[in-house]
Nanobody
């Protein structure tokens, strides 16, 4: 059973920063591509960023405009999402996801494992 546990969410003022972490309970973590998604009430789950199993390539949705950075530490079985210049519209539940292939995609159906989510609230 693969478990993903996110942390690092919370309440932050507009313009602030947060770093989300996702720890994966799987020795073969280094073989998985990882992705970050978010979902706000009434909206579909949205792809934010993905990273290959080796960490050599990163992918982002265009709307982030360089504000978010994904990274991973395979020695710690952890993937991160650094979020800067946060805006109220970034308020959502943030999820990490693992894919049993080396390359991430932007489609949630391609990921086999999901965390429980962590709430991020950005106040204006």
């Amino acid at each position: 059973q693969v478990q993903l546990v996110e942390s690092g969410g919370g309440l932050v003022q507009s313009g602030g920063s947060l770093r989300l972490s996702c720890v994966v309970s799987q020795r073969t973590f280094r073989w998985y591509a990882m992705g970050w998604f978010r979902q706000s009430p009434g909206k579909e789950r949205e792809f934010l960023a993905g990273i290959t199993s080796t960490g050599g390539s990163e992918y982002y949705t265009d709307s982030l405009k360089g504000r978010f950075t994904i990274s991973r530490d395979n020695a710690k079985n952890t993937v991160y999402l650094q979020m800067n210049s946060l805006k109220p519209e970034d308020t959502a539940v943030y999820y990490c996801a693992a894919r049993r292939l080396a390359v991430p995609t932007m489609f949630s159906v391609d990921y086999e494992y999901w965390g429980q989510g962590t709430q991020v609230t950005v106040s204006s």
